[in-house]
């Protein structure tokens, strides 16, 4: 029996010359993928949530192929139910900070809506943003984007949240605003995050485990 | 509301000119944004080709769009007699064939308008939508359409205003018939082709500057309207 949210990735992909071969498995809690620009962490990400078909691999969670090459299996990323926080932030810049926020709401799972998942109020509180709600994402900082890409991805109710570099477009004091969000987060909600940086002293606040990388292959692990 | 300082066949021109250019932008709008879309974002073999016949209009001479119409949508021709037989619908010296022949005039400006604006959408807006849940339509409906929607409004005023003016290939399919297919561009050419005809043609090339301008500055208010809530 595998374990409750229990991730196991295997990748193959190659982009030009470089190449991308790396299996590991993450438990509950935060997992950081730590390693130099360029070592692939992102390309990782982007094939956990379907938005990248590698040549060869196969990714379980929680017991639930996503992706299988060998049986020809690959979950759309609409039906992955995963979270993705992007560098950029990637807010809809037609939509108001609400409605960026709600926008995964409206297909979002239910069931698990029904079993107390996170409402607006919760994700807002959490993350400090109320005073924002009516404003449109050309008027917010980068630190406030960035928040209210967090809860975007939260109010979705994914089933695992993918965090690329959250913090690395944030100049020092936004950093210090967030990062203790982020910890709130990991401490309250059950989803398990894996969290891609390059920055050991976030990885060092925020993840359990680590694991990584290097030129598209994983490397040594810490468990804390 | 008939201004009297128009005859009822001038006042007829201009009903009509409305009536035809109108008709043209609303139904080429659905094949325009299929289009654009294609060009924009498809990978298929003969899309130079498709481009290029998108945009013949644009460089053949307007007689012989209107000619090629007439061979393919003529009563007797084989899409024409198609449409007629199956459909009940006639183009053939009807307001309806001058509509066609607008359509397909400013095709070719409605496409590019609409195509360019694809190409500005950031493609990672619709990546992150699709990690929220939404599948590619709901991802077209509620992210892609509202950022390109000051591109179909521009590619809808150059079809409108195209269409207005349009004369070569109307008159060479569906003929110069008043009531029928006497567009406002149409009307002022007889009138300079009969002694005395100056006065109305003078009068409705007013009235083609006045709509030409109200619908530009109309069109230029609404892309501001838009613009504010679209813009990143």
Redesign the interface.
Known sequence: MSRPDRLEVALYHRLGDFTIDIAFRTDSGATALFGPSGSGKTTVLHAI???LRPERGRIVFDGRVMLDTASSVFV?????????V?Q?A?L???LTVRQNLL??R???HRQRRRNGGMTLENVVGLLGIDHILSRR??NLSGGERQRVAIG??LL?EPCMLLMDEPLAALDAARKAEILPVLERLRDVSRVPILYVSHDVSEVSRIANNVIVMENGRAGERWQS | MQADWLTSEEWTAVRLSLLVASTAVIASLPFGMLLAYLLARGRFYGKTLLDTVVHLPLILPPVVTGYLLLLSFGRKAPIGAFLADNFGIVFSFRWTGAALACAVMGFPFMVRAIRLSIEAVDRKLEAAALTLGASPPFVFIAVTLPLILPGIIAGMVLSFAKSMGEFGATITFVSNIPGETQTLPSAIYTFTQVPGGDAGAMRLTLISIAISMAALIGSEMLARFVGRHVSS
């Open positions: 949530a379907g938005l759309q990323p609409y039906r992955r139910e995963v979270g993705y992007f950029d990637r809809f810049p037609h926008f995964g409206f297909f979002a994402p050309v975007r991805a979705a």
